[in-house]
């Protein structure tokens, strides 16, 4: 059984470009999470998914940010109009119930 | 979610056992703690999680006391590679599979 697959694993965009970071969860997963790390920072999180529904958006930015996790694929993190404050390691988690298993990250420069 | 508090170092040396405390006074009685490190810049690992009773898996062992309001986390015999930053975290109730809340952690530095 794979473990979460994120990607890309390094991305980098120019200001006001768009990021978009994928998350694959673990098969026979339902639960999503996404968690951002700034610089020398700890981990913050941002929403929490189930297949096509948000659970908790409580730690996401209003604007800018979005997340999905549709029925098929992957779910997606997206950013519009990135700014340099938007460089941090993104880690997606996934989760059958109690314990919630991390990815690898991405981790987003903006130049 | 109950707050909990962590010495924010640690040294061990290498074989030895490596106890990591976690205060958690305010827990409440359907809350579980859960344990889990971030080796460098790598994403966070899930150690172990419990309730009342003491845990043991492969990677660890948690030790929680009679009234909750305090765990130890036991890395049996340390190596280099346990160096990271470990967490403690409160949660539970009706949101158990709820988001996490990073706190700050213990860095554990193994030393030969």
């Known amino acids: 059984n794979a473990g979460v697959m994120q990607n890309p694993r390094h991305l980098v965009r120019r200001r006001g470009q768009e990021a978009r970071l994928r998350c694959s969860p673990m098969?026979?997963?339902?639960?999503v999470y996404w968690y951002r790390q700034l610089p020398e920072e700890g981990l913050k999180f941002m929403v929490y998914?189930?297949?096509?529904?948000?659970?908790?958006e409580s730690g996401m930015p209003k604007e800018r940010f979005s997340a999905e996790f549709p029925k098929e694929g992957p779910s997606i993190l997206r950013i519009q109009q990135v700014v340099r404050g938007d460089s941090a390691a993104y880690f997606c988690?996934?989760?059958?119930?109690?314990?919630?298993?991390f990815g690898p990250g991405t981790r987003l420069t903006v130049l | 979610d109950a707050k909990t508090t962590q010495p924010p170092s640690m040294d061990c040396a290498e074989g030895r056992a490596a106890n990591l405390p976690c205060n958690h006074s305010?827990?409440?009685?359907?809350?579980?703690v859960y344990w889990y490190r971030q080796i460098h810049s790598q994403g966070p690992q899930y150690i172990i999680h419990?309730?009342?009773n003491n845990e043991t898996n492969e990677m660890a062992s948690l030790i929680i006391t009679e009234d909750r309001k305090s765990s130890t986390l036991i890395l049996p015999h340390a190596t280099l590679r346990d160096t990271a930053v470990y967490y403690c975290?409160?949660?539970?109730?009706?949101?158990?599979?709820?988001?996490?809340?990073f706190g700050q952690g213990t860095t554990l530095q193994v030393k030969p």
């Open positions: 988690a996934s989760s059958p119930s109690h314990e919630q298993f």
């Open positions: 098969k026979g997963h339902s639960h």
């Open positions: 998914l189930q297949k096509e529904n948000i659970i908790d």
């Open positions: 305010t827990i409440s009685g359907n809350e579980y």
């Open positions: 419990g309730l009342k």
């Open positions: 975290i409160v949660r539970g109730g009706s949101s158990n599979t709820g988001k996490l809340i």
